[in-house]
T-cell receptor, first 116, second 110 residues
């Protein structure tokens, strides 16, 4: 499809396990964002990739969280040694950044992560 | 420091009424102000956006009012419908930064 694709849509895992969440951005979009949204809450910024620049990791809540973006396209968010407080919906967004004006972010439908 | 402040946190409106959600920002370098609509189980979707060179933008029943001097902007939903029940996020950005408000849960009662 033409939109941002995230997988899996749902993930249930035991505390202490590692999880990988995948995001396929819209083709041609150079910017990619990860957010975390707890139940009924706002969007918590996690990390931002723009082209080949070093990512902005300022929102990552702990060193258990990491993300990479291979070939400027697909991104993977990894959470190691998961904790119950990591349970949330993880949203990915992409946008076309011109450097001159802003373009809107386009979101996927998220991965709902549940830690037992 | 919260870059974008959004209010109210929740809002209940009768069908046919006007829904108003307000946002305020601090950084005068922001030059793009979108609003997003999110339904349960879905990601936020762009609803309408404005740039600071205009004071109002209207698309159908949705209007953004922008007050540059006050650093405030608001979303007005005219003739609110039950299908408008969703969470709304304002945002403010420039090419290097993008900040969301905390969201407003809107319920439109039939």
């Amino acid at each position: 499809g033409a939109g941002v694709s995230q997988s899996p849509s749902n993930k249930v895992t035991e505390k202490g396990k590692d999880v990988e969440l995948r995001c396929d951005p819209i083709s041609g979009h150079t910017a990619l964002y990860w957010y975390r949204q707890s139940l009924g809450q706002g969007l918590e910024f996690l990390i931002y990739f723009q082209g080949n620049s070093a990512p902005d990791k300022s929102g990552l809540p702990s060193d258990r969280f990491s993300a990479e973006r291979t070939g400027g396209s697909v991104s993977t968010l990894t959470i190691q040694r998961t904790q119950q407080e990591d349970s949330a919906v993880y949203l990915c967004a992409s946008s076309l950044v011109t450097g001159i004006s802003n373009q809107p972010q386009h979101f996927g439908d998220g991965t709902r992560l549940s830690i037992l | 420091q919260q870059q974008v402040k959004q209010s109210p946190q929740s809002l209940i409106v009768q069908k046919g009424g006007i829904s108003i959600i307000n946002c305020a920002y601090e950084n005068t370098a922001f030059d793009y102000f979108p609003w997003y609509q999110q339904f349960p189980g879905k990601g936020p979707a762009l609803l309408i956006a404005i740039r600071p060179d205009v004071s109002e933008k209207k698309e159908g029943r949705f209007t953004i009012s922008f007050n540059k001097s006050a650093k405030q902007f608001s979303l007005h939903i005219m003739d609110s419908q039950p299908g408008d029940s969703a969470t709304y996020f304002c945002a403010a950005s420039n090419p290097n930064q993008f900040y969301f408000g905390t969201g407003t849960s809107l319920t439109v009662i039939p």
